[in-house]
């Protein structure tokens, strides 16, 4: 979604049209909330937003958003699991596969939470899922979302007042930024994933040729 249908939507509707965006967005919705916040911010360079208002009322609408998410996964996210554990169809969702997910999820569940608020926002709707489903605290979840999301409203709201004039430009470098940490972090888990298959077929080839002695 190009930034033109964000300045469009707060040009028309003002503070509402942030809320509902920002909402949306960490609710899970494929659009860019970052995105409305680096506009946002630029606009309140301009006056036609107040600085002051913009990180109360984003903040609120994010955490709200996310903890659609969480008690989405909270309701029906087990039930979904067991569901998909049973499917022969999904041979690779075993439940032995699922409970290594869990104890490996449960472990970073909290960094999880932070670090998807502002920096890998792509992956805040799952890991909103993946906390309910597991019934990850509620306390815990609010205090790491609220830490985040901080930082997911302070960085592109200062960031497009500061850069008011090329935001956009700003808003794309940030996003780059973004990817860029989500492919290492997606080359570093697959390493660590061979590297684990390997060792657990090195293994297997010791044992079967230790029982054939």
């Given at each position: 979604?190009?930034?033109?249908f964000?300045i469009?939507?707060?040009?028309?509707?003002g503070?509402?049209?942030?809320?509902l965006?920002v909402?949306?967005?960490?609710?899970g919705?494929?659009i860019s909330g970052?995105?409305?916040?680096?506009?946002?911010?630029?606009?309140?360079?301009?006056?036609?937003?107040?600085a002051f208002?913009?990180f109360?009322?984003a903040?609120?609408?994010?955490?709200?958003?996310?903890?659609?998410?969480?008690f989405?996964?909270?309701?029906?996210?087990?039930?979904?699991?067991?569901?998909?554990g049973?499917?022969k169809?999904?041979?690779?969702?075993?439940p032995?596969?699922?409970?290594?997910?869990r104890?490996?999820?449960n472990e970073?569940t909290?960094?999880?939470?932070?670090?998807?608020r502002?920096?890998?926002?792509?992956?805040?709707?799952?890991?909103?899922l993946?906390?309910?489903t597991?019934r990850?605290?509620?306390r815990?979840f609010?205090f790491?979302?609220?830490?985040?999301?901080?930082?997911?409203v302070?960085i592109p709201?200062?960031?497009?007042y500061?850069?008011?004039?090329?935001?956009e430009?700003?808003?794309?470098v940030?996003?780059?930024?973004s990817?860029?940490?989500?492919?290492?972090l997606?080359?570093?888990?697959?390493t660590?994933?061979?590297?684990r298959?390997?060792?657990?077929s090195?293994?297997?080839?010791?044992e079967?040729?230790?029982?054939?002695?």
């Amino acid at each position: 979604m190009n930034s033109s249908f964000f300045i469009q939507a707060l040009q028309q509707y003002g503070y509402l049209a942030l809320w509902l965006i920002v909402f949306v967005a960490s609710a899970g919705a494929p659009i860019s909330g970052s995105l409305a916040l680096f506009a946002s911010g630029a606009f309140a360079s301009l006056g036609d937003f107040n600085a002051f208002m913009l990180f109360p009322l984003a903040l609120s609408a994010a955490v709200l958003g996310d903890n659609l998410t969480y008690f989405i996964g909270f309701r029906v996210g087990a039930p979904i699991l067991i569901w998909l554990g049973r499917q022969k169809r999904f041979r690779w969702i075993t439940p032995e596969a699922i409970e290594r997910g869990r104890v490996y999820f449960n472990e970073r569940t909290g960094w999880a939470i932070f670090i998807t608020r502002f920096l890998i926002v792509v992956l805040g709707g799952a890991i909103n899922l993946l906390a309910g489903t597991e019934r990850y605290p509620y306390r815990k979840f609010l205090f790491w979302d609220v830490c985040g999301q901080a930082l997911g409203v302070i960085i592109p709201v200062g960031l497009g007042y500061a850069f008011a004039a090329s935001w956009e430009e700003v808003a794309g470098v940030f996003g780059a930024f973004s990817s860029l940490v989500l492919a290492a972090l997606v080359a570093v888990l697959l390493t660590v994933f061979l590297m684990r298959k390997l060792q657990q077929s090195k293994r297997a080839r010791a044992e079967a040729a230790a029982s054939n002695e």
